[in-house]
């Protein structure tokens, strides 16, 4: 059972009642987006905690004593969403001796409604089929060492006018040269003579022009990511500025020349994976019987086949349950994606000794340090980012939300992934407060659930000159229904 050091320390200091947590969040909280009344933001939190259904503005309404213009109020504000997440994971969750990387990926919720704000058309991975509906970039800081992940802000994806005109100018160009596959050019004629063939090289008075992030075009995506790498860095640096964070991981989407430029400006390595028809290529050596002689030095060597790499960059193989896994790790370039950046590749080779088949895996990174477990194992840290996307949709109401003004959708998003980032900070105290090691989301749900139900109860046939419970009853009391209790 993991359990931070300072929740520990916490849950050992305040055995009396839950509710100074709650407290301790919302000043926190209240403190980081400007909100002088921080019982407003504690009663926020409970009511998230409290739903067990469908999680909308009218529902959360219904579970605190906020009414429900209140709560429009609240969502209507400009608020730092970003300092308050760094801000709550500096004060409850980070230990200085801990390792941490970033991990960020973007997800897309559908909607509906054509009025919601920055409503596009977003490839939803997890049916494979384009959907209407609002997309995100997300960020995360995630633990090394206990392989948690810690939100730290999103910002929404908005396409402008040019973006949607070079969209569908890119889909023009690919369906023209599909017809003309379909038609065929290979017959001629004294009408239709076959083309001349392309001269090679550069045309005359041609410039070469280096290809970095500076002079390739933005996309929506990457202008989002950009904004919201540039935030986060920012106050990471200013609250935690002795935070041991090297490394940057994204998925093979964000395998190029743009996001790795984009990384070393902030001092950052990054980690990706790419496609296993990738053109991976030596670094090219000079030798006695082929020394260097004059003009520009070579660059690239031997291309390797991807299947089956050269027998001296082997560095482990493992074989379970029939399955025979083999890392193979050198220094290379990827020229058609990096360019003349060396890279740290490692390519991983599963086979099924049953019947013989095999599946490649190819990860890289410009930190030539790495070792091939290392490389392995922080790739895979980044599916962590994953399940804050889950619990966001699943229980903060990321999936159920009704706004579709600008301020209401930003806040309301921002505030169903500050309820993930919070869940992390309060499962651990309950479940060192109460010895329940198998503790989640739902049975958190569960018991705040049971108690805003015994305090309305008590609201309604309690005598207010003779209390029968008071609130540090309230917030201690534990119902019967957890689903991981034992």
Request: net charge positive.
């Amino acid at each position: 059972m993991w359990i931070p050091d300072k929740i520990r320390t916490f849950a050992a200091k305040t055995k009396s009642s839950s509710l100074i947590m709650l407290q301790q969040i919302g000043n926190t909280l209240g403190t980081a987006l400007g909100v002088s009344n921080s019982e407003v933001l504690t009663a926020i939190i409970s009511s998230y905690f409290s739903i067990l259904y469908m999680v909308t503005t009218r529902s959360l309404s219904r579970h605190s004593w906020l009414s429900e213009r209140s709560w429009f109020r609240f969502l209507s504000g400009n608020y730092t969403w970003i300092n308050a997440f760094v801000a709550l994971f500096a004060q409850f969750s980070y230990e200085v001796s801990e390792r941490y990387i970033l991990g960020f990926d973007e997800t897309m919720q559908a909607k509906s409604r054509y009025s919601t704000y920055g409503i596009d058309r977003f490839y939803n991975s997890i049916i494979g089929i384009v959907q209407r509906g609002i997309g995100f970039f997300g960020c995360s800081l995630i633990s090394i060492d206990a392989g948690k992940s810690y939100f730290m802000g999103l910002l929404q994806i908005i396409r402008t006018p040019h973006d949607k005109a070079r969209t569908a100018a890119i889909k023009a160009k690919k369906s023209q040269a599909k017809g003309k596959a379909k038609k065929g050019t290979s017959t001629t004629s004294a009408n239709n003579p076959q083309p001349k063939p392309k001269p090679k090289g550069h045309p005359k008075g041609a410039k070469n022009k280096p290809k970095s992030a500076e002079n390739t075009l933005e996309t929506a995506s990457f202008r989002t990511f950009k904004r919201l790498f540039v935030d986060v860095m920012t106050q990471i640096k200013a609250q935690l500025p002795n935070i041991q964070l090297h490394h940057i991981v994204g998925d093979s989407a964000y395998a190029t020349l743009q996001y790795m430029e984009l990384a070393l400006s902030e001092g950052l390595y990054l980690i990706s994976k790419v496609k296993r028809n990738t053109v991976i290529c030596f670094p090219f050596q000079y030798t006695e019987q082929q020394p260097y002689t004059h003009g520009r030095p070579k660059v690239y060597g031997k291309r390797i086949d991807n299947e089956n790499p050269p027998a001296h960059t082997l560095k482990n193989t493992t074989i379970q349950d029939n399955i025979k896994t083999e890392h193979f790790q050198f220094e290379g370039y990827m020229k058609g994606i990096f360019g003349q950046i060396i890279l740290n590749i490692l390519i991983v080779r599963t086979t099924d000794t049953t019947t013989n088949k095999t599946s490649i895996l190819i990860f890289c990174s410009n930190d030539l340090n790495l070792t091939h477990s290392q490389l392995w194992d922080y790739y895979h840290l980044r599916y962590q980012i994953e399940f804050d996307f889950r619990d966001a949709k699943q229980h903060f109401g990321f999936a159920d939300f009704k706004n579709y003004k600008q301020n209401n959708v930003t806040n309301f998003v921002n505030l169903a992934f500050m309820m993930c980032l919070i869940a992390k900070i309060i499962i651990p105290y309950y479940r060192q407060q109460y010895g329940m090691p198998k503790l989640g989301i739902t049975d958190l749900k569960i018991i705040f659930n049971a108690r805003f139900t015994l305090k309305s109860f008590l609201n309604d046939t309690q005598n207010d000159q003779n209390p029968i419970f008071n609130a540090e009853a309230i917030h201690n009391f534990m119902p019967k229904t957890l689903i991981n209790a034992a």
